[in-house]
């Protein structure tokens, strides 16, 4: 069955409640991380697209963890994976340009805050 999602565009209901499941999932984890809204939790950031956030882990052993539990590269399986563990410290909140900036230094080069 094919549902229409927008003009000229048809999608299975499967993949439609796939998305609303993911969406709903992602709202849920990066409240409870946030305390409330989601937002980038890196000082002076004041990101709050949904769209532009990412859970990340804290000490940097993302890829590791990953591998160990087999979340491929993280999204909606590393989502799933904190909800069925008790949403577990080790994470937080980042958008995408404060995450990727952990990789070049200890501070966010747009803020001047450590991550």
Request: charged share 25%; aromatic share 10%; hydrophobic share 30%.
């Amino acid at each position: 069955m094919k549902v229409a999602r927008s003009e000229g565009e048809a999608v299975s209901v499967f993949t439609e409640r796939a998305r609303k499941y993911t969406a709903k999932l992602r709202l849920e984890v990066f409240s409870h991380y946030c305390g409330g809204e989601p937002h980038c939790q890196c000082e002076g950031c004041k990101t709050t697209y949904i769209g532009f956030l990412q859970l990340d882990h804290v000490n940097g052993d993302g890829a590791a963890h990953r591998k160990e539990n087999k979340l491929g590269t993280g999204g909606a399986r590393l989502w799933a994976w904190v909800k069925a563990n008790g949403y577990p410290e080790g994470f937080q909140v980042l958008c995408r340009n404060c995450n990727g900036a952990k990789f070049t230094g200890t501070q966010c080069p747009l803020h001047g805050q450590d991550h």
